[in-house]
């Protein structure tokens, strides 16, 4: 099955030059108008394809339904990618840069000579030589995450409109705002999409499928000092930002880390910090595999400040308050009462040529929050690489090959 009459390329190339990230400090919903921009544009394309019931709802929720074609009755699939990019980096005037048939050598972008991709730095860039690859200019990240994930599904879609000999079930295809900074399903209508089984088009190199994320709590740790006049603060002054430092130091120097853990091990992140002399924040991102294992870390986390309050008498008056926000939980827990959504995956990829690569997610997806819906939703390939930065980059042949998987998964189903 070839896919090389696909313009993937060039419809990635056009979307990611839209400006889309979203603010995690926005009380919108978009956080970001300009992300409308890239849902109005997908709605005129369907619609340009032939599909008839296409809408972009109040919330910003691009939806668009593939009739069944066949008799039979079949599961409603529904393939679902996020319009935003993550605000780490900057999204604003991408430049995307085509290299056709990619020698080896490493890639000096041409906006920052500093910036520059190497097969040292990316191994996986080794299978690309004599492929074309995409990246960004320099000086900003790409947008492949997860913009990949939308042209695949929109070239995905043009390819079912203009092949109808191939049969399948009624088709939804969802693109959320939002998920960077974890919303992208606050306000969604499942029932109104009224799909059975999802899959998210947001995971990385080819044949990777991802049925299992972290589990996510958010700890905020607000602590209390004593404020005085500096020059009058002797006995009485117990400073906030000195506590905050003396627990951050407190935390396990080589273990419990994002930079010193890996596969399944779980973390607790100091993921921001605020405030002042009398009052100061710390926030904390706690992740594991093992959904109970999230209180086992913030107990551990509790006991590490509280002990530098206790170990300190210039800490006698100070306290702490502590406020935890469950944020996404495993979506293993939800998709092993599903097996039909791994079987056919894994057999759609092994249709295409591909050895899957089951691993669990250091993180998560709007896959996560689906499957807690009711909605499960195991994550496909789309290529993407070193997201979030200005090293960004993805080959164009993963992303027809992950075009491929999703129509050898909908005559599977």
Known sequence: MSFDQLPIAERFMRYVQMDTQSDPDSTTFPSTDKQLNLAKLLVEELKGMGIMQVEIDTHGYVMATI??????????????????TAPDCSGTDVKPILHKNYNGAPLVLPDDHSQIISIEAYPYLKNFIGKDIITASGNTLLGADDKAGVAIIMSFAQYLMHHPEILHGTIKLLFTPDEEVGRGTDFLD?????????????????????????????????????????????????????????????????????????????????????????????????????????NEHVNRLKLIADHVLLQNPDFSKAYITYTIKEQYRNMRE???????????????YKKAGILPIVEPIRGGTDGSRLSFLGLPAPNIFTGMQAIHSKHEWIGVSDMQKSVEVLVNLVEIF
Request: hydrophobic share 40%; glycine share 8%; proline share 5%.
């Open 190 to 294: 499942l029932k109104k999409l009224g799909a059975d089984y999802a899959y998210t088009l947001d995971g990385g190199e080819l044949g990777c499928f991802e049925m299992e994320t972290f589990s996510a709590d958010y700890l905020t740790m607000d602590i209390q000092g004593v404020i005085a006049h500096p020059g009058a603060a002797k006995g009485v002054m117990q400073n906030a930002i000195k506590i905050a430092g003396e627990i951050i130091a407190a935390l396990p120097k080589q273990v419990w880390s994002p930079e010193h853990t890996e596969q399944r091990e779980g973390f607790v992140h100091p993921n921001h910090i605020s405030g002042g002399a009398e009052k100061a924040r710390l926030e904390f991102l706690i992740r594991d595999h093992d959904t109970h294992k999230l």
């Open 67 to 84: 009739p069944s074609n066949t008799a039979a009755q079949k599961p409603v699939l529904c393939f679902c990618a996020h319009m935003d």
């Open 334 to 348: 939800v998709i092993d009462l599903h097996p039909i959504l791994v079987e056919n995956a894994l057999a759609a």
